[in-house]
């Protein structure tokens, strides 16, 4: 299976603009406060960050579906190259959540790892 630089840099597009959201929601105005004022800060939940990508992956792997699904149908708005990079954008985020997941575990291993 290949994929094209545009793909994959499609997808870095994407998670970079989702780190900056991400990014703005923590500290929006953080130039203008204080140190103290921002360790105050409330930020977006990582559990609800997290599961937003899991849905937008989920959602991607849908549409891939329906399109391919679109076109063994014979839908003549729906053409190969269309399923083809979506079916790719939807492996490249599902590899990119695993390796974020197989990261979070490693983590979560070592901290359990950790001497008291």
Partial sequence: MTTTR????????????LQMQAQSQIRPDAAVMNPQQINNTEGPDFGEMFSDAVNGVNDRQQEAGQLATALERGDPNVDLTQVMISMQKASLSFQAMTQVRNRLVTAYEDIMNMPI
């Fill in 6 to 17: 545009a793909d994959i840099n499609s997808v870095l597009m994407q998670m970079r603009e």
